[in-house]
């Protein structure tokens, strides 16, 4: 077995193949192709633990996932955990991951895929609201979904927007970065936006003309209380996409909306019911188009198998014996 720390998985797998693995997943998810428990999600006070398994032809594992939103204060990471691989046909365990690498670089991937699909073409300017880990990771792999020119970072805390600037400058050279002031002004400017915070309530202004025209990828609300988005925005589209159904369950963005019927279920969709339907991207990418996840474990297998199956190939990680 095989140890592989965020250092060993950035240097597996490029972003363009984790960017194409997760769409692959996608379409896993519609085709019914895996078999994936609910996954066990326990609050304890303000703090939340996730154990996610899921099993596929080719590989099966599990991640065990820690929140605790007071752990800056502690100077340590808000979300923590390990993934372990088991090969499919023995069960034996082929390989631990860090947990938080895994889970910014998939996550950052699937809001990828949605803009690969639902941006427009042209979109090269890239707002992203919420400077921390996932902040870093999501402006980053969103350069191999659109040729991105311009990146505009806001945060409530302008050091951590600053911090991140300077992080992604030598990741991203060729890219602009910019320190919005304010939301407002990051909507003036950017065609993609992706929200990655953990805000109980709209990081966005509930104002129609900021909003319109623009994809939008949020990935912070991942319990029933929290929002990232206002009402106006779900007055503008047309379908709101999500990774997995469970998210309807899972994020304030989806019950709040669906409670106070400004949107309908109906209009809720899976972007792998999108990707093999018949709607024309073309013609889906001139509107307004909103993309929700909360994340699931087929994502976490399917990056893991392809972080592993290279890393054997390239002589990375640690040998460990159980």
Not at 94 to 123: D, K, M, Q, Y
Not at 148 to 161: E, G, N, S
């Amino acid at each position: 077995m095989i140890y592989l720390t965020e250092k060993d998985i950035l240097s597996a797998a490029s972003v363009d193949e984790m960017v194409d693995t997760i769409e692959a997943s996608v379409y896993l998810y519609e085709r019914k192709e895996f078999h994936m428990p609910q996954r066990l999600h326990v609050d304890h006070e303000d703090n939340t633990l996730l154990l996610m398994p899921c099993f596929t032809k080719d590989g099966f594992g599990t991640k065990l996932v820690t929140l605790f939103p007071q752990n800056p204060a502690k100077k340590m990471p808000v979300l923590n955990g390990i993934m372990v691989l088991n090969d499919a046909q023995t069960g034996v365990p082929v390989a631990l991951l860090n947990g938080p690498a895994l889970t910014a670089l998939r996550t950052a991937a699937v809001s990828a895929v949605s803009i690969r699909h639902l941006a427009l073409e042209s979109a090269h300017a890239l707002g992203v609201i919420g400077a921390g880990v996932q902040g870093f990771f999501q402006a980053w792999v969103a350069c191999a979904a659109r040729p991105i020119t311009d990146i505009f970072v806001y945060d409530l805390y302008p050091d951590k927007a600053a911090t991140l600037i300077e992080k992604l400058s030598g990741k991203i050279p060729h890219v602009a970065l910019h320190h919005a002031a304010c939301v407002e002004d990051l909507l003036k400017v950017a065609q993609v936006v992706i929200t990655a915070t953990d805000s109980l309530e709209p990081v966005l202004p509930d104002n129609e003309e900021l909003l319109a025209g623009k994809h939008f990828a949020g990935i912070g609300s991942y319990k029933p209380d929290m929002r990232e988005f206002p009402r106006a925005l779900f007055n503008l589209v047309e379908t709101v996409f999500v990774d997995t159904e469970h998210a309807l369950q899972e994020s304030g963005d989806l019950i709040v909306p669906l409670r106070n019927n400004w949107i309908r279920p109906d209009q809720v969709m899976t972007l792998g019911r999108f990707l093999t339907g018949k709607k024309s991207g073309d013609e889906l990418r001139e509107e307004t188009t909103l993309f929700k996840s909360v994340g699931m474990a087929l994502f976490d297998v399917c990056a893991s198998k392809l972080i592993y199956d290279n890393a054997i190939q390239k002589g990375i990680g640690q040998q460990i014996t159980l």
